[in-house]
């Protein structure tokens, strides 16, 4: 597919400049960008993985993860291959740093993708298993799809990503699910080949230019981005920026791709780091990849009772009424729920009805 050329400009010697994401790729006839999956092709930008992908799949809400959006809903999941990020610890990275072609061979052009998941009685589709950034014509056209039979779309991303095609991508999404890989530049530019500043400006973006419902993702790896300075310092950060209420989780890292040599992520850790961040503030702190349910559930940040109760992916109790009221104190509990309500609160006095 060509690219729009709001996403690309013209450089000297016959070479176009990506404007997707901050690497800002300057590629010749033949070359593609870090991500793999743009190219110039015949003196044109093009997207060489629009309406082909990876796999689909129908998966609880919850898994993506979305605790306050729609919970116990199920979503379509898609995605292609590649990505702009080369995170050394990558858990998907079959995918996200596959060169084969042959991993793409599924057709699914965006109308079918949306009466698929119509048809499995999904309320969204899920842009997941690589980073929906790198294919974002392909995914907000199948986000247009979606509209017109009433799904939303949620976008797992890790908000690499600038300018016009930042605007234009997030306007097509209803919800989503950024990974904050570290509170750390040097971590990402060492880890990730990227930088922390345009994620950070993405995060803002979302929170106070969008209507998006937003939570927050961290992969916490023992021995590189769980210190209680780096950590106070992202909890500190998301509250000024932020807010109180966007949901955070801390999920388990195993060892993958170049991090074999790390041991998996014992749970103390992340109980730790929840502890810690609600502590300081935080209402909605979550665990994940680990047996824990206190950490799966949400509580009322006003009275501590219990809203949604967790295994796993799965509710195994819901007292959250319609509205996303607690039943015992009547305050909002932030998030898109049955009825619509999508309360954003800033302290626990403006959020009580």
């Known amino acids: 597919m060509k690219i729009p050329e709001s996403y690309f400009c013209k450089k000297e010697k016959d070479s176009l400049q990506c404007m997707v994401c901050p690497h800002g790729c300057i590629l010749k006839e033949g070359q593609r960008g870090r991500c793999f999956v743009r190219m110039m092709q015949e003196g044109q930008m093009v997207l060489d993985t629009y309406g082909r992908c990876s796999g689909l799949s129908i998966d609880p809400i919850e898994k993506k993860?979305?605790?306050?959006?729609?919970?116990?809903s199920?979503?379509?999941?898609?995605?292609?291959?590649?990505?702009?990020?080369?995170?050394?610890?990558?858990?998907?990275?079959?995918?996200?740093?596959?060169?084969?072609?042959?991993?793409?061979?599924?057709?699914a052009m965006p109308e079918a993708i949306a009466a698929a998941a119509l048809r499995e009685g999904c309320r969204s589709?899920?842009?997941?298993?690589?980073?929906?950034v790198i294919f974002l014509e392909y995914a907000m056209d199948t986000a247009k799809a979606c509209r017109e039979v009433g799904l939303l779309s949620v976008a797992v991303?890790?908000?690499?990503?600038?300018?016009?095609?930042?605007?234009?991508?997030?306007?097509?999404?209803?919800?989503?699910?950024?990974?904050?890989?570290?509170?750390?530049?040097?971590?990402?530019?060492?880890?990730?080949?990227?930088?922390?500043?345009?994620?950070?400006?993405?995060?803002?973006?979302?929170?106070?230019?969008?209507?998006?419902?937003?939570?927050?993702t961290t992969l916490l790896i023992p021995?590189?981005?769980?210190?209680?300075?780096?950590?106070?310092?992202?909890?500190?950060?998301?509250?000024?920026?932020?807010g109180p209420d966007v949901p955070?989780?801390?999920?388990?890292?195993?060892?993958?791709?170049?991090?074999?040599h790390v041991k998996r992520t014992p749970a103390a850790i992340l109980l730790r780091a929840r502890k810690r961040a609600m502590d300081r503030g935080l209402f909605h702190v979550m665990t994940g990849n680990i047996p824990e349910e206190e950490g799966s559930s949400t509580f009322c940040h006003?009275?501590?009772?219990?809203?949604?109760?967790?295994?796993?992916?799965?509710?195994?109790?819901?007292?959250?009424?319609?509205?996303?009221?607690?039943?015992?104190?009547c305050t909002a509990c932030a998030g898109v729920f049955d009825g619509g309500l999508k309360a954003c609160c800033q302290n626990s006095e403006s959020s009580k009805w």
């Open 248 to 260: 955070l989780h801390f999920t388990a890292f195993h060892p993958d791709h170049e991090f074999l």
């Open 65 to 72: 993860p979305l605790y306050h959006f729609l919970p116990g």
């Open 74 to 107: 199920r979503t379509l999941s898609f995605g292609t291959a590649g990505c702009n990020l080369t995170c050394r610890f990558c858990q998907n990275w079959g995918l996200s740093r596959s060169k084969s072609m042959d991993r793409m061979m599924v057709s």
């Open 157 to 216: 991303t890790a908000g690499y990503i600038h300018g016009k095609a930042r605007e234009d991508f997030f306007s097509h999404m209803d919800a989503a699910n950024v990974d904050l890989k570290a509170f750390s530049d040097s971590f990402y530019r060492k880890y990730c080949g990227a930088s922390l500043g345009p994620v950070l400006e993405t995060l803002c973006y979302i929170r106070q230019e969008t209507s998006l419902w937003l939570e927050l």
């Open 223 to 242: 021995g590189y981005n769980d210190s209680d300075k780096d950590l106070d310092a992202m909890v500190d950060w998301i509250l000024e920026h932020l």
């Open 125 to 132: 589709v899920a842009y997941t298993y690589n980073d929906p």
């Open 302 to 329: 006003h009275c501590g009772e219990l809203l949604i109760a967790r295994r796993g992916y799965h509710i195994t109790q819901r007292r959250l009424s319609e509205k996303g009221l607690c039943p015992l104190c």
